[in-house]
């Protein structure tokens, strides 16, 4: 069975912070993404790894870093957490492009920064 | 770019009424559809998708959607929804030119009243 886990369900930190969320699948996946949902606004693209290392931009990478050492490891960094990026994180890998694009998500990290 | 409109950010509907949830994508080039359900609290979870072959699509829960090319929208319907489909439902397109991404809706929040 598909899986992917993220670290939290639920995270609380402070302004300034170094935060570390890591995100986890079991599939031998090639890609891995890390999204923020906030409502209105839907899904938004932070990074994405297309393989081990390699690491592309997504729609909102300001703020955000990202390290991929090993194919089933993908991590976001908050450098220095701020208020307006308490947000829901998801993470979500998938096979290559084409027929086989579709992603799979793990459960969500809720942070709040304070 | 690609951007992908879902024009109802919610949807209220009587238990065992028919729903329709409208999306709309803007592309010039082949795309994969696909519908992402979100239950409170969880991540997504696939749906239905579209590749290729037949535009009405059947996914789980007695969901179909189908790809309208000329009209370029790809609209989740049910025939009689129940209270366990209130959720959070997102539409998502991903280029058929071999690009690793998808684009997401803003999301549609289907309430099932009693």
């Known amino acids: 069975d598909v899986k992917v886990t993220q670290s939290s369900r639920y995270l609380v930190k402070r302004t300034g912070e170094k935060v570390f969320l890591e995100c986890v699948q079991d599939?031998?996946?090639?890609?891995m993404f890390w999204y923020r949902q906030d409502p209105g606004l839907g899904l938004r693209l932070i990074y994405f790894s297309y393989d081990v290392k390699m690491k592309e931009k997504g729609d909102i990478p300001e703020g955000y870093s990202v390290s991929r050492e090993k194919k089933e490891r993908f991590s976001l960094i908050l450098e220095s957490a701020s208020t307006n990026q308490t947000s829901m994180y998801l993470c979500a890998s998938s096979v290559l492009a084409g027929v086989r694009s579709e992603q799979f998500f793990g459960p969500g990290t809720r942070l709040t920064v304070l | 770019a690609q951007s992908v409109t879902q024009l109802d950010s919610q949807v209220p509907v009587f238990e065992e009424a028919p729903v329709e949830l409208r999306c709309n994508y803007s592309?010039?080039?082949?795309?994969?559809l696909f519908w992402y359900v979100q239950y409170p609290n969880q991540g997504l979870q696939l749906l239905l998708k579209?590749?290729?072959?037949?535009?009405l699509v059947k996914g789980i829960n007695g969901f179909e959607a189908e790809f309208n090319k000329s009209q370029t929208s790809f609209h989740l319907r049910k025939p009689s929804v129940h209270i366990s489909d209130t959720a959070e439902y997102f539409c998502a397109v991903s280029e058929g030119t071999g690009a690793n991404n998808l684009f997401f809706g803003t999301g549609t929040r289907l309430t099932v009243i009693p």
């Open positions: 599939m031998d996946h090639e890609n």
């Open positions: 579209y590749l290729s072959g037949s535009t």
């Open positions: 592309s010039s080039v082949s795309v994969y």
